[in-house]
C-alpha cells in the first residue's frame, strides 16, 4: 500500500516538474535487531551494500537485493561490528581509509576510532538538537557539514570545510522554503547533493537539492520536492554511480522509534 501511494505521488510530482529524478523504489527495512530504528545516514558505493546509522548510535549493514532491472525489492539489516558511539549521531562521511561522524549535541565530528575533530568556534553555540545534521566528504578528502537550523526561518546555512587541520566557512547554503538540511553527499560527478525536510502536520515533506560548488552562484538546481505522506522522515543520502552508469541517490528515512513511522530506504534515479 505505503508503495503504491509513493509511486502514485511521485509521478504527480513528476507531471508537475518538481523533479528532474526518476522514482524507483520505496521498501521497508527487515531486522530483528532491538536497536534497528532511528536511521539519520547511509553510505554506500555499490548499491548492494551499504553502512547505516542511527540517531542513538548503533551502526547497521544494509543489504539492498534488487531484481533484473536494479530495482530494490528487499533490504535486510544487521548490527555492524562497530562500536556504539554516544547518541545524537547524525551524519555519515566515509572515504576507503576512514569513516567519520557527524553529531547534534553538543556539535563535533569524530571517527569511528575516537579521534574528534578539531571543532569550529561556531560549533559551541549551536543548539544541541539542531546541530550537525549533514555530512558529506568531496574527492579531494575535504569534509563538508552544515546545521539543521541557523536561528531564524529565514536564514541561510553556512557551509564548514575541514581542510588540513582546520575549519573554514567557504559558502553560504541559501533557505528555501520552510526546508531544512538533514543530509548529504558528493556524488562521482562532483557536485554536493543536500537532503532537506519539512515537518507538516500530516507528515514529513523532502527536498533535494545539487549544488556546484566551484561555481560562483553554486549551480543551485532543485532537483526534487516531495509531498507530505509520500515518504517517511528521510535523512540520509547517499550518491553513486549504477552498473548502467546513471547516478542514483539512495535514501533513509528514521521513524523516530514510533509505530506509525517506517524504517525505508528510498531511491531515485537521476534523469539528466
Request: no cysteine; glycine share 8%; charged share 20%.
Amino acid at each position: 500500500m505505503f508503495r503504491s501511494l509513493g509511486v502514485g505521488l511521485a509521478l504527480f510530482a513528476s507531471s508537475l516538474g518538481a523533479q528532474t529524478l526518476d522514482f524507483m523504489s520505496a521498501t521497508s527495512i527487515d531486522g530483528t535487531a532491538k536497536t534497528l530504528g532511528g536511521l539519520s545516514a547511509i553510505e554506500t558505493g555499490d548499491g548492494v551494500h551499504a553502512l547505516a546509522v542511527s540517531d542513538r548510535g548503533f551502526f547497521f549493514d544494509l543489504h539492498l537485493m534488487r531484481d533484473a532491472a536494479g530495482v530494490i525489492v528487499e533490504v535486510q539489516a544487521s548490527p555492524a561490528n562497530i562500536a556504539p558511539t554516544q547518541q545524537d549521531t547524525e551524519g555519515l562521511a566515509m572515504t576507503p581509509s576512514e569513516t567519520y561522524v557527524s553529531f547534534e549535541g553538543p556539535a563535533r565530528i569524530r571517527t569511528l576510532d575516537g579521534m574528534s575533530l578539531r571543532r569550529h568556534s561556531d560549533f559551541r553555540k549551536m543548539p544541541s538538537n539542531r546541530a550537525l545534521e549533514a555530512l558529506a566528504i568531496d574527492a579531494d578528502g575535504r569534509l563538508y557539514t552544515l546545521q539543521e537550523r541557523t536561528g531564524t526561518s529565514d536564514a541561510p546555512f553556512p557551509l564548514y570545510v575541514f581542510d588540513q587541520g582546520r575549519w573554514t566557512k567557504t559558502d553560504v547554503i541559501p533557505k528555501r522554503g520552510p526546508f531544512v538540511p538533514v543530509g548529504a553527499d558528493f556524488g562521482p560527478d562532483g557536485f554536493l547533493y543536500l537532503l532537506e525536510r519539512h515537518f507538516t502536520p500530516i507528515g514529513f515533506r523532502s527536498q533535494i537539492r545539487r549544488f556546484d560548488l566551484a561555481k560562483p552562484d553554486l549551480g543551485e538546481k532543485l532537483l526534487l520536492t516531495t509531498f507530505a505522506l509520500q515518504h517517511d522522515n528521510l535523512e540520509g543520502i547517499t550518491v553513486w554511480t549504477d552498473p548502467d552508469g546513471h547516478i542514483r541517490l539512495t535514501l533513509v528515512s528514521d521513524d523516530n522509534f514510533q509505530p506509525l513511522q517506517r524504517n525505508q530506504v528510498v531511491e531515485y534515479r537521476l534523469t539528466e
